[in-house]
DNA sequence: AAACTTCATGAACGACCGTTAGGTTATTGA
DNA sequence: TCAATAACCTAACGGTCGTTCATGAAGTTT
């Protein structure tokens, strides 16, 4: 048997998803106060009510989207890191991943980013401390790399402020039919970051393709 | 004779800065859409119908802010790039007038960068025009410079995304009262920048003070 | 087959939104 | 002195917002 009968759908987890799918989309092009929940709804193919079984409110649909973004990044980028020895080796994996993890999901991305003021503030302390936690990583890699002599910078906290721009950035601008696939990108930017860290060129982790260990 | 009576303040222009000192900060701190005509009202010290005698919409006072400041990045940063003469001295000046320019103009860079999807059609795809154009002019500055030999990089048009994106969100992160000033941050960034290009070090523009020659 | 749970609906709630209509007051120019 | 104008007010408009309520069909458990 089918599952659809005289009225609308009854697709269980499937609604979820989809309300979900429809939020980041919306959420992205438009922002998260110009987006209704009507908006969502119609978008998801569920009437507003619907959305109210499986999120307490529209905050939560925004903290859920941006949480799992956030676990995500870590995992991959830790799962990069832990691969390489050397600092500069670290950092240019985590780069690499940084970078294609924000074009491959770069509306999530934009979404955590830029909707942070839009939290009230339990939530909101509680992002800005992951993403303080997450920046505090690159510096500790930029800070190991002084120390061993491979970069060469007067300073590793604004170096990881700036680094992080530009790889996030890359939300912003990449197109996935554009004329430059990913990996290529990712590896324009190892190679600006680890440039403007003053390290020795093609010094570690200046390498092509993935799980690769120089 | 005083101007203030039995009524409220009667101002004139002063109103009209007023009004957009208060969107700007409301603005920055809680995005357009969340910003009500009667907190930007309340912010400025008139009525919620005051406002529409200075400006035709809530929109409009957003076009303003971002036009405003738009005028005056291109016109500070174009007479630094003036004031030098080979590729690396005016890339450095580039980025040192537009570091410096979004510290001093932190919350209209914000508003500006952030809220260009608030806009319809016709102001959205004019402000697009000019960050455009903007952009474009570092991407040739970019690319004079690896016509000369200064520079060496792959790809210029994602490099100039890069730099762009680092030295705008210096406005995201400066604290006028935190430890690095805004020129030190400045050249800072100049240093990255012209690492991360590939630059000789200390070559050209690597000054420290302003209306500088080198 | 009866009771319960899950998933969704249609309709409505009060609050707030951007904006406008129309009146009032102070200042200016003839 | 007096009309004209600029600057601002109070009050309200229609519309949309996030959310809730009451209801009920479908599926599951007893």
């Not at 929940?37 to 109210?52: D, F, G, L, N």
């Not at 992080?164 to 939300?171: H, K, R």
């Amino acid at each position: 048997m089918a599952e659809t009968k005289t009225t609308g759908a009854r697709r269980g987890e499937a609604t979820r998803e989809a309300i979900e799918a429809a939020a980041v989309d919306l959420f992205a092009e438009r922002g998260y106060h110009a987006t209704s929940m009507r908006e969502i709804a119609s978008a998801a193919k569920v009437q507003p009510a619907a959305i109210y079984h499986w999120f307490d409110s529209k905050e939560k649909i925004l903290t859920r989207l941006q949480d799992d973004f956030m676990d995500r990044l870590e995992a991959a980028v830790e799962e990069a890191v832990a691969a390489e020895a050397t600092p500069p080796g670290q950092l240019a994996a985590a780069v690499r991943e940084h970078v294609v993890f924000h074009g491959l999901h770069a509306r999530e991305a934009f979404v955590t980013d830029s909707e942070i003021r839009a939290l009230s503030t339990r939530p909101r302390n509680r992002l800005i401390a992951r993403r303080d936690a997450y920046q505090t990583m690159f510096r500790q890699m930029i800070e190991a790399g002084v120390k061993s002599g491979d970069f060469t910078i007067s300073n590793p906290a604004v170096a990881s402020y700036a680094i992080l721009l530009e790889c996030t950035g890359v939300a912003l601008w990449y197109d996935p039919k554009g004329a430059l696939a990913l990996d290529e990108i990712a590896a324009i930017h190892v190679e600006l970051v680890l440039g403007s860290l003053g390290a020795a060129p093609k010094v570690a982790g200046r390498t092509g393709a993935r799980k690769e260990r120089r």
